[in-house]
C-alpha cells in the first residue's frame, strides 16, 4: 500500500525585537521569552518571522531610533525554531553593514536561513530554498523604501526593494526550483487596521504571477487575511515580540496581540490555515490565548478580513483608516525619498493641498 506523503507545516510569526529590555532577560536565560510556545513549533517543519534589526550593534546608528538585539538572541531564535526569518525591512541596516555581516554570520552558524537583505542586489533577491516532504518551498522578501528601509544597489548593501517589477521577475525565475513560492512583505503604516488599496491590488499582481502566501509585517497590529484565486494574503502578522518598555508604554492591547499562522502545505499550494493566537505580556512573555480571549481574538480576525470580500475597498478604507491625512503612497508617482522626510515632519496636510 503506498503511504501517503505528510504536508508540510509551516508556522508563519510577525516582527521579532529581542534588544533594550530583552537583552538582560536573554542573557540570563536566552530561552526567554520563548519558553511557553516552543512547544506549539515543535508541529512544525518550517517556523519564519521577520527579525527587526541586526544581532549586533558593531557599527555606527545611522539613525536615531536604530535599534539592535545582542548576539545571544540567535541562541533564543534557534531554541525557538527558526529555519528562515526575513531581514528586508527598515532596520536591518540600523549600524551599517558590519553589524549586518555579523548577523547573517550568527544565523549561518546556527543553520537559519535568511531572506531579503544582502551585500548587493543579487544577493538581497536571492531565495531561500528547503526540501520538505518532497515539497520545494521558496521564500522571498522585500521591504517598501517609504518606510526608511536601506534598498541595495547593484553595487551596495541593503534589502531587496519591494517594487512589482523586481518581485515579478523573481517569482518568474524562482519556478524553476520551486513548487511553492512564499514572498514577505515589510509595507504599510504602522497601526493601520487595514492596508492600503494600492497594497491590496500589488499583493494581487504578487499572486497572479505565481506566489502561493504572502506575509506581511511592520504595521505592528494585526491586519486581515485574504483568499485571493489559489493564494493566501496575510496583510500583518502583528508583533511576535517586541522586548521594549517604552514600546509598550505607546502601544495598546492591539499592539500586543498576533497570531501564529499555521499552514498547511502540499505541491498543489496553501492547502489549510489555522490561526493560534498569541498575546505578549508585560514581562515580555509570550502567552497563548485560550477561552474566551482567544475567541475574542480570532472574531477580531474574521472581521478584519470580511472586508476583502466587499464590492468598494477603496471607499471602505478611506472610511476606516486611522490617520485620515495618510494617502495611498503608491498613486503619487514622485520621489519617495522626499515623501518620507515629509511623512516624518508632519507635513502631509499641506500636500494634499496640491496633489
Known amino acids: 500500500m503506498r503511504k501517503m506523503k505528510r504536508k508540510v507545516n509551516l508556522f508563519a510569526i510577525g516582527d521579532i525585537f529581542l534588544g533594550l529590555d530583552g537583552t538582560e532577560l536573554i542573557e540570563k536565560d536566552y530561552k526567554f521569552p520563548f519558553l511557553c510556545i516552543s512547544n506549539v513549533f515543535k508541529e512544525a517543519d518550517l517556523v519564519f518571522g521577520n527579525l527587526e534589526g541586526p544581532l549586533s550593534n558593531d557599527g555606527k546608528p545611522i539613525k536615531k531610533s536604530s535599534q539592535y538585539s545582542p548576539p545571544t538572541a540567535i541562541h533564543s531564535l534557534k531554541y525557538a525554531g527558526f529555519n528562515v526569518l526575513s531581514l528586508a525591512n527598515n532596520h536591518i541596516f540600523d549600524y551599517g553593514e558590519r553589524a549586518f555581516l555579523k548577523t547573517i554570520e550568527l544565523m549561518e552558524k546556527n543553520n537559519i536561513s535568511y531572506v531579503g537583505a544582502g551585500r548587493n542586489l543579487e544577493e538581497a ?13 521558496a521564500f522571498l522578501a522585500y521591504s517598501w523604501d517609504f518606510i526608511g528601509s536601506v534598498n541595495a544597489t547593484n553595487s551596495c548593501f541593503g ?20 513548487d511553492i513560492i512564499i514572498v514577505s512583505l515589510h509595507w504599510g503604516y504602522e497601526r493601520e487596521r487595514y ?4 497594497q491590496r491590488n500589488l499583493a494581487h499582481k504578487i499572486i497572479d504571477a505565481g506566489a502561493d502566501l504572502i506575509i506581511g509585517h511592520h504595521p505592528h497590529v494585526l491586519q486581515g487575511i485574504e483568499h485571493y484565486k489559489d493564494g493566501v494574503i496575510a496583510y500583518s502578522l502583528g508583533n511576535f515580540v517586541f522586548t521594549a518598555k517604552s514600546y509598550f508604554k505607546m502601544w ?6 498576533s497570531i501564529i499562522l499555521k499552514c498547511g502545505i502540499s505541491k498543489k499550494g496553501i492547502e489549510k ?20 480571549r482567544k475567541k475574542e481574538s480570532l472574531s477580531r480576525m474574521e472581521s478584519l478580513s470580511e472586508h476583502f470580500q466587499g464590492k468598494n475597498y477603496l471607499s471602505f478604507w478611506k472610511k476606516n483608516r486611522i490617520r485620515k491625512d495618510l494617502p495611498d503612497i503608491y498613486k503619487f508617482q514622485i520621489d519617495k525619498g522626499i515623501v518620507y522626510k515629509l511623512y516624518k515632519s508632519r507635513m502631509w496636510r499641506l500636500i494634499l493641498k496640491y496633489i
Not at 492596508?195 to 494600492?198: A, I, Q, V, W
Not at 495598546?252 to 496581540?257: D, I, L, S, V
Open 125 to 137: 533577491r536571492r531565495a531561500a530554498l528547503f526540501h520538505i516532504n518532497e515539497v520545494n518551498i
Open 159 to 178: 534589502t531587496a526593494p519591494l517594487k512589482a517589477d523586481i518581485i515579478e521577475e523573481d517569482i518568474l525565475s524562482t519556478k524553476e526550483l520551486a
Open 195 to 198: 492596508p492600503l488599496p494600492s
Open 252 to 257: 495598546g492591547n492591539e499592539e500586543k496581540e
Open 273 to 292: 490555515i489555522d490561526m493560534i493566537p498569541i498575546h505578549v505580556s508585560d514581562s515580555f512573555q509570550l502567552v497563548i490565548l485560550k477561552n474566551e
